[in-house]
C-alpha cells in the first residue's frame, strides 16, 4: 500500500511496528521540525505556507521550462513508485505517489508537453528529480498541515477536523485497496454477466474492456521498459570489444539516455499500441484511456496547485497524461485505481433508470459479500439475512415488545436487518451501507460530509444498534409472520456496520462521530469497510480470534484510545497484541464480587494504558503476504497470525475442533490473556497434573478473569489414571457450580485434564447469577472461601522475568483454588 503521511505532530504516544519504523517516523518528523523557524511552531509555519509554495511554484515552473512533460513525469514516477515490491516496506520508505501528480499538474497547466523554451545540450530533468521531490515533499507537507489546522478551529462544527483529516488523507494516500479485493468488489458490480450493456451506454465500453485495456497499460509500459533495459546490459557487456565503434558508443549512449535521463518517448503509449495489446475495439480502448486520463491546458499554475493542496484533485479519478497528438504517459497508478467505481457511478447518474438498475445491484453485492465475509470469519453460515422483525414504534418503551407482547401492529412497526449472526451464546447484528460520499464531501465541504455520514454510518449504526437493543431488553424478536424468535440464551450482543465506501480515518475516528451526533449512543458498532472486512476474513484463522477484536474494536476505551489512519494498521497491531486498554480497576473492582479495591499500581498502568496514542502503519507484514499472494512480489511472505501460548492455544484449538461447550465466547476470554496470564494457565495445568501423578488424587484450581466484557472463570481439574472420566468430571463440576455461583461469575469453562496433560472433557455454564439458597449451603459446607474475603493473587508478571510474546496485551487473570 502506498505511502501514508501523518502531517500532525500526534499528542499522547505513538507506536510503531518496530525500531525501524520508529526510526524513519521520527525522521519523517525531524525533517518536518527541521523546516521551522527559529521560535516558530507548526502554526506560524502554515502561516507562512502561501509563501513558500508561491515559491517552490515558481521554481519548479523555471526549472522545467525546457523540459519535456514527459520526461519529467516518467522520471518522477520512477523516483516515487518502487518499480518492484520484493522487500518493500512502507513505513520506511519516502516514496511519494502523490508528488508525482502534483508535478504532472504543474506541467498540465503550461498548456503543452513541449517545452516553453527549445532543449538544449544541458537539459538534464534527471538532474531535477531530488529537488523537485524535496519541494513537492513540503507542499504536501504544508498542504496537510493547513488542512488540519483549519480543522483544529472546528469552524463548522465537530466534524471540521475529521472532513481535514480525511480530504488530507484522500490527498496523500495512494492505492487504498489491494488489487485482489478491489477487481473481486468491482467485478461483482460491474461485470457484463451482472448489469448488461449499462457501462458500453454510460461509458463507451464494458466492465472487460477496461480489465483488457488497465492490463495493457502496465503490459506495454513494462515491455517497452524491459526491452531497453536488456538491450542496454547487452551493450554494456560488449563495451570492451566494441569501445572504439562510434556507432555502437552512439547508440548506447541512445539507449542509456532513453532509459534513465530523457524516458518520456520509452514510456509513451498509444491506442495503436494499446487497443491489439488488449484485443479490444480501438474506438473502446480510446474511450477507457480518455475517461482516464488529463490533457495539457494553460491555466494559473499557482491556483492549480493550491486546489490541489486543499483536496480538489484531477488525478483522483486519472493515471494518465495525454498529449495533443493523442499520446499518454502514466502517473504511476494503474488506471482506475481507488476510483472505477464512483467514475462510473457518476456516468451512469445521467441516466435515473440506468442508476437505479445498477443500484439495486450494488445493494444486492455489498449485503451478499459482507455477509460472506463475516460467515467466514465466524466459521458459519448467516444465521438470517434480511431478517424482517418489528421493532417498536418511536413512542412505545421496546420493553413492551416482549415474548408476552399483545396486539403487535399496534405497538411497533415492520423493519429489515441485513443480517443477524448466532454463534454459541453470542449475537451480531450486521447492516450494510452502499451509497457512496459525495464528491463534495470528498473535496472538504463539512456539511456535505455530515449529511453523507448520517446518511451511511449514522443511520446504519441505528439499525444496527435497534436490533442490538430489542434483543438485549426482550430476549427475543417478533418476526414477520407474527412468531417470537427465542434469544433468551444469549448472553452476548456485537453490531457490526459495513460500508462499501472507503472511509479512511472517518471508521476510525468514533470519538469525533459521537460528538457531531453521527452516532447516537454509549454503545458503539464496529465501522468497517467491505474491502478491510475482505483482508481480515483472510487473514484471520479462528471465529475466537475475531470476537476478540470485535470486544477491543468496539470497547469504548480501546475505540477512544487509540487512532490509525485506517482499520488494517488497528488489525495488525490487534495480532501484536497492542490493542489494549487495561480495564478501569475501580469500576471492575465495583461491579465483580471477590475482585479486591485495586492497588496505586493496577491505578496507574490504568491511567498509563489509557494514553492517547497514535498508530502508525503497521501494515508492512501484510502488504508482503498480499502481494505475493497477488503475484506482484516473488519473495514468499507468511501470513500474519494471532499468536498464543501452547498452552491456551492448544486449548482454544480442542475447543473450536467440534465446537465443544463454550468454543466460541470463552475461547475469546483465554485469547483475550497477557502472555503472564496464559503462562499461569500453563504453569497451573502442569502444577495440577504433576500433585495428581504424585499422589494419585482428582485436584483442582481456578482462575478468574472479571474485566471489561463480563467476569470469566477457568475451572481445571485432573483425573487420576484410576478415575473415571464421569466421576473426575463430576467432581469438578460439584466445585465449579458451586464456586461460580459464589463469586457471581457469569460463564465458566471447567476442563479435565488426565496425567499426560491431555483434556478429557469439557463443560461450559453461562447461567446468569441468581440467588439459590442450595449453591449457598453448599458453599458453606464445601468450606469455600467467601468472595468478600478470596485474598488478593500475587500478580503473574512478579513470579518470572519473561520475554513477552505479546508486549501490551494485559488481561491478567487471578488464581486460587478457593
Known amino acids: ?241 566494441r569501445a ?11 539507449a542509456l539516455t532513453s532509459m534513465m535521463e530523457l524516458p518520456g518517448s520509452r514510456a509513451t503509449l498509444s491506442v495503436e499500441e494499446i487497443a491489439p495489446s488488449a484485443d479490444v475495439d480501438p474506438a473502446r480502448a480510446q474511450a477507457v484511456l480518455d475517461l482516464f486520463s488529463l490533457s495539457f491546458e494553460e491555466t494559473d499554475t499557482l491556483d492549480v496547485v493550491r486546489k490541489f493542496l486543499s483536496g480538489d484533485n484531477p488525478f483522483r479519478s486519472a493515471s494518465l497524461v495525454r498529449d495533443a497528438d493523442g499520446v499518454y504517459i502514466s502517473t504511476g497508478k494503474p488506471i482506475g485505481t481507488d476510483c472505477f467505481r464512483l467514475v462510473a457511478e457518476e456516468a451512469l447518474k445521467r441516466s435515473a433508470p440506468k442508476f437505479k438498475r445498477y443500484e439495486k445491484r450494488r445493494v444486492t453485492v455489498s449485503e451478499e459479500l459482507a455477509l460472506q465475509r463475516l460467515a467466514t470469519l465466524l466459521g458459519t453460515s448467516t444465521t438470517y439475512a434480511n431478517l424482517k422483525y418489528f421493532r417498536a414504534n418511536p413512542a412505545v418503551d421496546v420493553a413492551r415488545l416482549g415474548p ?119 454503545r458503539f458498532p464496529w465501522l468497517i469497510t467491505l474491502h478491510d472486512l475482505t483482508i481480515i476474513a483472510e487473514v484471520m484463522d479462528r471465529p475466537a480470534e475475531f470476537l476478540l477484536y470485535l470486544r477491543r474494536r468496539t470497547e469504548s476505551e480501546v475505540s477512544l484510545t487509540f487512532k490509525a489512519i485506517d482499520e488494517l494498521d488497528l488489525f495488525m497491531l490487534f495480532l501484536a497484541g497492542g490493542l489494549w486498554v487495561e480495564p478501569d480497576p475501580d469500576r471492575v473492582s465495583e461491579e465483580f464480587l471477590g475482585v479486591p479495591r485495586p492497588t496505586g499500581k493496577e491505578r496507574r498502568r490504568y491511567r498509563e494504558s489509557a494514553t492517547p496514542t497514535r498508530v502508525m502503519t503497521h501494515t508492512d507484514p501484510l502488504d508482503a503476504w498480499v502481494y505475493y499472494q497477488e503475484g506482484s512480489s516473488a519473495e514468499d511472505a507468511p501470513k500474519p497470525v494471532f499468536e498464543a ?59 478468574t478473569f472479571a474485566g471489561a466484557w463480563g467476569y470469566p472463570t477457568l475451572f481445571m481439574g485432573t483425573k487420576p489414571k484410576g478415575m473415571s472420566d464421569h ?57 469455600l472461601i467467601p468472595a468478600a474475603v478470596m485474598g488478593r493473587p500475587v500478580p503473574p508478571s512478579a513470579r518470572r522475568t519473561t520475554k513477552r510474546l505479546n508486549p501490551g496485551k494485559r488481561g491478567k487473570g487471578r488464581r486460587g483454588r478457593s
Open 1 to 241: 500500500m502506498a505511502k501514508r503521511q501523518s502531517p500532525n505532530l500526534p499528542a499522547g504516544r505513538i507506536i510503531s511496528a518496530d525500531d525501524e519504523g520508529l526510526t524513519a517516523a521520527f525522521q519523517r518528523m525531524g525533517e518536518t521540525l527541521g523546516r521551522l523557524g527559529e521560535g516558530e511552531d507548526p502554526r506560524d509555519y502554515v502561516k507562512r505556507g502561501p509563501g513558500i509554495i508561491e515559491e517552490h511554484v515558481s521554481h519548479i515552473v523555471e526549472l522545467l521550462k525546457d523540459a519535456d512533460a514527459f520526461d519529467v513525469i516518467e522520471l518522477m514516477r520512477m523516483r516515487e513508485l518502487p518499480m518492484f515490491l520484493e522487500g518493500y516496506r512502507e513505513s520506511v520508505e519516502d516514496n511519494l505517489p502523490s508528488a508525482v501528480e502534483l508535478i504532472a499538474l504543474i506541467l498540465l497547466a503550461r498548456g503543452q508537453r513541449a517545452p516553453v523554451q527549445p532543449p538544449t545540450r544541458k537539459t538534464r530533468p534527471a538532474g531535477l528529480v531530488p529537488d523537485l521531490h524535496d519541494r513537492t515533499a513540503e507542499m504536501l507537507t504544508l498542504g496537510s498541515f493547513t488542512l488540519l489546522d483549519s480543522g483544529e478551529r472546528d469552524e463548522y462544527g465537530p466534524l471540521t477536523a475529521l472532513s481535514a483529516s480525511y480530504v488530507s488523507h484522500d490527498l496523500t494516500v495512494q492505492f487504498k485497496q489491494y488489487l485482489h479485493v478491489h477487481d473481486e468488489i468491482n467485478t461483482a458490480l460491474f461485470a457484463s454477466e451482472h448489469i448488461g450493456d449499462l457501462l458500453v451506454e454510460a461509458l463507451g465500453f464494458s466492465y472487460e474492456d477496461f480489465l483488457a485495456v488497465r492490463e495493457a497499460v502496465a503490459q506495454v509500459h513494462g515491455e517497452k521498459f524491459f526491452a531497453l533495459r536488456d538491450a542496454t546490459a547487452a551493450m554494456f557487456e560488449q563495451r570492451d570489444a
Open 244 to 254: 572504439k565503434d562510434p556507432a555502437f558508443l552512439a547508440e548506447a549512449r541512445i
Open 727 to 783: 466421576e473426575a468430571n463430576r467432581r469438578l463440576a460439584i466445585y465449579g457450580f458451586t464456586k461460580k455461583h459464589q463469586i457471581k461469575s457469569d460463564r465458566a469453562l471447567m476442563v479435565i485434564f488426565d496425567e499426560d496433560q491431555q483434556v478429557r472433557s469439557v463443560r461450559y455454564d453461562n447461567s446468569p447469577p441468581e440467588e439459590n439458597k442450595e449453591l449457598d449451603d453448599a458453599a458453606i459446607e464445601m468450606g
Open 645 to 703: 501460548m501452547p498452552t491456551v492455544n492448544d486449548l482454544v484449538n480442542f475447543l473450536q475442533d467440534g465446537r465443544k461447550p463454550g468454543w466460541f465466547r470463552f475461547s475469546a476470554d483465554l485469547l483475550n490473556l497477557a502472555e503472564e496470564g496464559q503462562e499461569s494457565v500453563a504453569d497451573m495445568v502442569q502444577h495440577l497434573v504433576r500433585t495428581t501423578a504424585s499422589d494419585g488424587l482428582h485436584h483442582n484450581s481456578l482462575m
Open 404 to 522: 408476552d407482547a399483545q396486539n403487535i401492529t399496534s405497538l411497533a412497526e415492520q423493519t429489515e436487518a441485513d443480517g443477524l449472526f448466532l454463534v454459541e451464546d453470542v449475537a451480531i447484528c450486521v447492516e450494510v451501507k452502499a451509497k457512496s460520499l459525495s464528491s463534495a464531501a470528498r473535496r472538504g465541504n463539512v456539511q456535505r460530509l455530515s449529511a453523507d455520514l448520517r446518511d451511511t454510518v449514522g443511520s446504519a449504526t441505528a439499525q444496527a444498534l435497534r436490533l442490538e437493543d430489542h434483543i438485549r431488553t426482550n430476549g427475543g424478536l417478533w418476526l414477520e409472520d407474527r412468531t417470537w424468535l427465542d434469544l433468551s440464551e444469549i448472553r452476548e450482543i456485537r453490531s457490526v456496520t459495513v460500508f462499501l465506501d472507503d472511509f479512511g480515518p472517518i471508521s476510525t475516528a468514533l470519538d469525533e462521530l459521537v460528538r457531531a451526533d453521527v452516532i447516537k449512543s454509549e
